[in-house]
């Protein structure tokens, strides 16, 4: 079987959103995007806003070789972060995960967006996609939801660096991607 090799940090773009590789020297303006504590309050890891705790999340970001810093395609602010991850060739999936936005863009459709991408990005080389979603986070499950995800179990997951919590795992197929119907609402 000839070995396809994927990459993990494209360079992923529409009107509204900008995806690029993350970086190292993009620390200090994403740790600025990323220290509203209002952002992480549904997260697992509520401290994520302070410096410490950002330190561990930007390290597992970099040591991934899937993360993607987020812009806004139109002021070139960053906006958020996200990565693919456990890539698997054996079972052709990958994960997807770690994603914030600043509060400015909720509700903008710019996770949809950029879960859009990713997910047209990732499908031409893997079969399922799966996302690790605190249980208590409902904004991320119902997007998920929204984007046609299906909850497949609930599992005690350690993020990088940081203690076990409960995630739910959803998942997305190929299969389905391709024969999705077009969500009537954007705004996720």
Not at 14 to 22: E, F, I, R, S
Request: glycine letters at 6%; one cysteine or more.
């Amino acid at each position: 079987m000839e070995h396809t090799v994927i990459n993990l940090q494209p360079v992923l773009t529409d009107d509204y959103v900008h995806a690029t590789p993350l970086k190292q020297s993009d620390f200090n303006e994403l740790y600025a995007a990323a220290s509203d504590p209002l952002i992480w309050e549904q997260h697992p890891n509520k401290n994520r806003w302070q410096k410490e705790a950002f330190e561990t999340y930007f390290r597992g970001a970099m040591e991934s070789g899937g993360a993607l810093l987020v812009l806004d395609a139109g002021t070139k602010k960053i906006i958020g972060c996200s990565r693919f991850y456990d890539h698997s060739p054996a079972q052709r999936s990958v994960s997807i995960g770690y994603t914030f936005f600043v509060r400015s863009h909720w509700g903008t459709g710019a996770n949809y967006r950029l879960k859009k991408l990713m997910l047209d990005h990732i499908f031409q080389f893997v079969d399922h996609v799966f996302f690790y979603i605190g249980a208590q986070n409902k904004r991320s499950r119902v997007s998920l939801e929204r984007f046609g995800a299906e909850k497949i179990r609930e599992e005690e997951t350690a993020y990088y660096g940081e203690a076990l919590k409960l995630d739910f795992v959803y998942e997305i197929t190929k299969e389905k991607w391709n024969t999705r119907s077009t969500p009537a609402q954007i705004n996720m």
